[in-house]
Nanobody
Framework: QVQLVESGGGLVQAGGSLRLSCAAS????????MGWFRQAPGKEREFVAA????????SYADPVKGRFTISRDNAKSAVYLQMNEMKPEDTADYYC?????????????????WGQGTQVTVSS
């Protein structure tokens, strides 16, 4: 089992940047595919980005391609989401998630563990 704790959320102006971090407990972090998801008020949780266990493969949702970058540091048991050129529509609670599988994917229900989320607000 792994426990996930997100940090780094906050208020930023449109066009600005934020870097989210997700710290994982346990010694098997490198065995998990990691993902970032977000949920805006009144909307369903949606996929943002995912990264393979080695960090060599990544996947992004179309709305964030070219603006967001997911990365991981297995030695530190952490995954990151660098968000640049932020837009008001990026406003949401952001969650990191861990999947015991081996394939990078965007399917919410297949992720086994979730953090509590961190709030991101982008002002126009």
């Amino acid at each position: 089992q792994v426990q996930l704790v997100e940090s780094g959320g906050g208020l930023v102006q449109a066009g600005g940047s934020l870097r989210l971090s997700c710290a994982a407990s346990g010694r098997t972090f490198s065995m998990y595919v990691m993902g970032w998801f977000r949920q805006a008020p009144g909307k369903e949780r949606e996929f943002v980005a995912a990264i393979s266990r080695s960090g060599k493969t990544t996947s992004y949702a179309d709305p964030v391609k070219g603006r967001f970058t997911i990365s991981r540091d297995n030695a530190k048991s952490a995954v990151y989401l660098q968000m640049n050129e932020m837009k008001p529509e990026d406003t949401a609670d952001y969650y990191c998630a861990a999947d015991r599988g081996t394939v990078v994917h965007s399917t919410t229900v297949r992720y086994d563990y979730w953090g509590q989320g961190t709030q991101v607000t982008v002002s126009s």
